[in-house]
């Protein structure tokens, strides 16, 4: 678990309460800070659109100074690229394939910078937003876990997901009837997700296999 002070103007503290039908307006404010604090950056993409950028500025910078100076480098052949596109059509194949390849290109950067990302902390919930408090999500799934298998009936935990919505556990029984063994494990993982407060993966689901 993973927590981050910061000096605020105006914070204050308050009682902890796990989800109330409407949080209190420092809890929310407590709730986005610690969303901004715990946000994905996206660096692959950050970083794949900084390169093709650059690219671009170190090819037009070294056309332009070599164009000053007499001696045009000619990287790219800028005169069969214009002479294509002058004798090209609208309606034709390849003109449409690289406006369609450029507009996929783009809709990719801003989805992936619009989309939230998967964060390696999960923030949970707080009253005070000088104080941010966050999990990390192997740290979550061994709470969910733990409280599942001490739970009467409970042989192996499987498997353990943490989701947006929902944390998924899939657990064995030697039980040869495990009756209502799946909603006994699944209220013992609530509670633990309840205490902790993930806003993130904050409901159980519950699948039971027999060993």
Do not use: C
């Not at 093709?52 to 100076?69: D, Q, R, Y």
């Not at 090209?88 to 990719?108: E, F, S, T």
């Not at 030697?174 to 904050?202: C, I, K, S, Y």
């Amino acid at each position: 678990m993973t927590t981050h002070a910061r000096p605020l103007p105006g914070g204050g503290t308050g009682e902890a309460d796990t989800h109330p039908p409407r949080r209190a307006a420092p809890a929310r404010a407590a709730d986005r800070a610690a969303r901004r604090a715990f946000h994905s950056r996206r660096v692959v993409p950050a970083l794949v659109a900084a390169l093709l950028v650059t690219a671009a500025g170190v090819l037009t910078a070294i056309e332009v100074i070599s164009a000053l100076a007499g001696s045009p480098a000619r990287l790219v052949p800028y005169e069969r690229v214009a002479s294509w596109a002058t004798g090209a059509r609208y309606k034709d194949w390849a003109p449409l394939l690289i406006a369609a390849g450029l507009a996929l290109l783009g809709l990719v950067f801003l989805v992936a910078g619009l989309r939230p990302g998967r964060g390696r902390l999960v923030p949970l919930h707080g009253d005070d937003p000088d104080l941010i408090v966050g999990i990390t999500r192997s740290g979550l799934r061994n709470a969910a876990g733990a409280a599942a298998l001490g739970v009467d009936g409970v042989f192996d935990v499987a498997r353990v997901k943490v989701g947006r919505r929902k944390v998924e556990i899939v657990l064995t029984s030697a039980l040869r009837d495990p009756g209502d063994l799946g909603e006994r494990v699944r209220a013992a993982v609530q509670r633990r997700l309840d205490e902790l407060g993930p806003m993130t993966g904050g409901r159980a689901v519950v699948n039971v296999r027999r060993k």
